[in-house]
């Protein structure tokens, strides 16, 4: 699936504080996430890439896992990010991140990383998400 860039950026905030909210928990069952389909492919309206000219793919909670776990610009001491944009050609971009500091999600935006966020994103972005599954019902079978 492309995504087109637009100037709005819709998430379900709601379910990203959630989420966010249970971080420990999410990365302590991250092998479980990671070898389940079901939990690997959990996606929220939110988790994505943006890009102009290169289009965007939207990001599960499996491929956020394997980001902060590889790649050490998706994570740093106090942010989680979960979604990128912006063009190559500009130079526009921004970062949507969790911080655990503050609790709260956050953007920074002109990132000068853009390619070094992005290039790995498209590498495990996968177009099969799990739609379907709500953030309570993730959260219920990470803690079977």
Request: aromatic content about 12%; glycine content about 6%; hydrophobic content about 40%.
């Amino acid at each position: 699936m492309v995504l087109k860039m637009t100037t709005t950026y819709t998430n379900d905030k709601e379910a990203l504080l959630k989420l966010f909210s249970n971080i420990d928990l999410i990365l302590e069952k991250k092998d479980k996430i990671l070898s389940t389909p079901e939990l690997y492919n959990f996606h929220i309206l939110g988790m994505r890439i943006a890009s102009m000219y290169i289009g965007g793919a939207e990001l599960t909670i499996g491929n956020l896992l394997t980001l902060w776990e590889t790649n050490e610009i998706w994570k740093t001491d106090n942010k989680y990010y979960y979604a990128i944009g912006g063009s190559p050609l500009s130079g526009m971009s921004f970062a949507y991140y969790y911080s655990c500091k503050k609790k709260k999600l956050g953007v920074d935006k002109n990132i000068k990383t853009f390619g070094t966020f992005a290039r790995p994103a498209y590498k495990i972005a996968k177009n099969e998400k799990n739609k379907d599954l709500k953030i309570d019902e993730f959260l219920e079978l990470l803690k079977k």
